[in-house]
Each structure stands twice: as C-alpha cells, then as structure tokens.
C-alpha cells in the first residue's frame, strides 16, 4: 500500500521565547516536568529518570549527567551493555512540548548515536558531524526529514524545542533546524517501551542536560498551524532499514 504523507522540512529556524505560548501544533498547558538541576542529586528517582542499559547518572554541577555503564556491567551483557549513556524521563506526557539544552561530550559517534527520542523507537532525531541531523521514524526504518547543513560539535550546548500533538512532531534547534513529520506511529509515543523523551550519547562519551521543562498541552490545535504548516517544503520519506518483526 502507497504511503501518503505529509513529510517536510524546514531548515531556517525562528527565534524562540522563553516560555512558548505554542510551540507547531501545540498549544502549552501546564508544566509537566521541570528541573533546572541546581541541586545535586546522586540516586535519580525512578519514577523520574529510567537510566537504560545500566548506564550511570547523577546531577552534580549544575546539570543531569550521563556515563556509559560500568566494565562489570558491560561484561555480564551480550547486548544491550551500555556503551553510551541513555536515559528516558516516563512522566512525559503522551501530547507535550518540551525544552531543555543538551550537549554530546565526547566519545564515537555511531551509525545510531547520539540521538533524541519521543517514544522508544517512535519518532528520533539522530545526529551527526559529517551527515547533519535526520528525524526518523516507526523504528528508524523511514526517514521523513533531514538537514545535512547542521552538525554538531561535541561539547557543545543545544536548546532544543519539540512538540507532540496527535500524528504531528515538530522538533526545533535553536539557531538551526527545523524538522517536522507526520505518522500514524506518533500517536503511539505513550505506550511504548522506554517511555517518553529519550536521548543516547556518543559511544564511550558523556551526555550533559540543563533547563528541562516538559508541559502538558490543551486539546485544541494552535491557531495558525495549518497555514504554517502548509508553507513548509515537502520532503519525501526515504526507507533506511526493514522495520523489525515484534
């Protein structure tokens, strides 16, 4: 069966307020999570923080950071062992926007990592320093956007903005890109495994996070939206894998 989707991009990114009144199609409610990590912590909350793969995390020094598993860990495993720090944040609503700065420090990058999730395997923003960023989607198995002019620097901070409502995803960087997609799989970013907003590392490296804040989001659509979105570029989806069998 022909997909027919609207699939685009938008690399010019516009300015971003502090506290977004809306953010694509959503409009923001309450506020969900914050944490500005200024307190240090070195047992994260469960019901808070899912540390994936044994990897190691605490706040110290004024941001959430992220280590690969340890030697002993990653010894017992014959996959999944940790190599790169991965965390998930399960109180993310199903319908959100969310903001935070993150930075990839050093480390491998992979033909995986790092990346930005929404849902375990549901819509993920995987980047690079030689290809740019590209949101994939259902399992990485088709990719609905790209923007080969944005790489990355290791060490360096990013403020990222994304929105969830309904089939739509619209995740921004700040002085970058713009990517959008929409899918039937985004509506199941709530169920999925590793709940909600997700990242993963660089291989051997360290994740740092600062200023999250993840809301909630009112029922209606943002005014505006469909104007703005029918404005965008339409990229056309490419399949990069088979999707895997459950």
Known sequence: MKMRLALVLLAVASPLSADPETFGPAIVDEIAVQHDFDRPVYQLAKSKWQARQGTQWKIAGGVLSGIPSSAEYQAKKSH??????????????????????????????????????????????????????????????????????????????????????????????EDGPRLYAKHPVIRESAPSGGTGLGVAGMRGGRIEIDDLTIWTVKKEVADGWAAERDKLPVFKPVKVREKPKK
């Open 80 to 173: 999944h062992r940790g190599l790169e720090p991965r965390l998930s944040v399960p109180p993310t609503p199903a319908e959100c926007v969310a903001r935070f700065s993150i930075r990839f420090i050093e480390g491998a990058e992979t033909d995986i990592v790092p990346f930005i999730e929404f849902g375990h395997h549901i819509v993920r923003l995987r980047f690079s320093q030689t290809e740019g960023v590209a949101l994939l989607v259902d399992y990485e198995s088709l990719k609905v956007a790209e923007d080969k002019t944005f790489l990355f620097k290791p060490g360096e901070w990013m403020t990222v903005t994304a929105a969830l409502k309904g089939d739509e995803f619209l995740i921004e960087i």
